[in-house]
Nanobody, 115 residues
Framework: QVQLVESGGGLVQAGGSLRLSCAASGSIFSSSLMGWYRQAPGKQRELVAAITSDGRTNYGDSVKGRVTISRDNAKNTVYLQMNSLKPEDTAVYYC?????????WGQGTQVTVSS
């Protein structure tokens, strides 16, 4: 079984930065597609960024140019560096692991951006 534990969320002023981390248990991390999603109150969960096992990345339109996803397979950890944060980035951010039609989610970490 895979467990994902996010950290790094918090309260930040508009224009600030945060770095989220997601540590994965188990042995399948390096061969898995990893992603960050977010869900704001009253809104659907949306993709923020994803990274393949070989490092290819994809970003949601609303965050392109402001966030960077990366991974460290030696540490079983995926990161999300977020810059130039806006109040509309306020949401619970979830880590996601996908491999062979199995999907796992973390418990989420709250990011709040004040104006």
């Amino acid at each position: 079984q895979v467990q994902l534990v996010e950290s790094g969320g918090g309260l930040v002023q508009a224009g600030g930065s945060l770095r989220l981390s997601c540590a994965a248990s188990g042995s399948i991390f390096s061969s898995s597609l990893m992603g960050w999603y977010r869900q704001a109150p009253g809104k659907q969960r949306e993709l923020v960024a994803a990274i393949t096992s070989d490092g290819r990345t994809n970003y949601g339109d609303s965050v392109k140019g402001r966030v960077t996803i990366s991974r460290d397979n030696a540490k079983n950890t995926v990161y999300l560096q977020m810059n130039s944060l806006k109040p509309e980035d306020t949401a619970v951010y979830y880590c996601n692991l996908y491999r062979l039609a199995s999907v796992y989610w973390g418990q989420g970490t709250q990011v709040t951006v004040s104006s």
